[in-house]
């Protein structure tokens, strides 16, 4: 299994969406990334955990799932780094690489000191655009290869089919 660290506030203030998100709503910033890194995580099969600094989040450690992706907000006196350190450690086994997604320079060294690869803000980037271009490339196939209606039906009928297929009302 593949794991996939990621510094959360580290990708936020090196992509250019979310850095516009972030200036205005941090909140929205965090839950754009970790909606891009599901999409991710549900193509490529790596398990991603995104953790953030206790930043505006004061007190206790936070873990949840959202979209099935982990989400750490670390303990007060805790950095991202120390804990992308220690899961490091902890995660990275003969059945498991663990890979850690940072552009921090000192934590890139400190992540070969425990057997982890490195992957910079850029580098995932540019692999997340490429992961949704493979994704777009497989809807436009199944667009192409959809059954067409065996029984003549309006545009008005058509959408309302589509509707109840959905579970809409």
Do not use: C
Not at 3 to 19: F, Q, R, S, T
Not at 29 to 37: F, K, N, P, S
Not at 69 to 79: G, L, M, R, S
Not at 128 to 147: H, Q, T
């Amino acid at each position: 299994m593949d794991i996939l660290l990621v510094d959360g506030y580290n990708m936020i203030g090196a992509w250019p969406e979310l850095i516009r998100l972030r200036d205005h709503d941090l909140a929205a910033a965090r839950d754009r990334l970790i909606e891009i890194l599901a999409d991710y995580q549900g193509y490529t099969g790596f398990k991603v955990i995104i953790v953030f600094d206790a930043y505006e989040v004061k007190g206790i450690e936070k873990k949840y799932k959202n979209h099935k992706v982990d989400v750490i907000f670390t303990k007060a006196e805790e950095t991202a780094d120390e804990r992308i350190e220690k899961l490091a450690i902890e995660l990275n086994t003969r059945r498991t690489q663990v890979y850690v997604a940072t552009s921090d320079y000192t934590e890139q060294w400190a992540i070969f000191g425990q057997g982890a690869l490195r992957i910079s803000a850029r580098e995932l980037l540019i692999e997340i655009k490429a992961v949704d271009r493979k994704i777009e490339s497989r809807l436009e196939k199944s667009r192409e290869k959809a059954p067409v209606s065996k029984i003549p039906l309006s545009e008005e009928v058509a959408e309302i089919f589509e509707k109840w297929r959905r579970g809409q009302k």
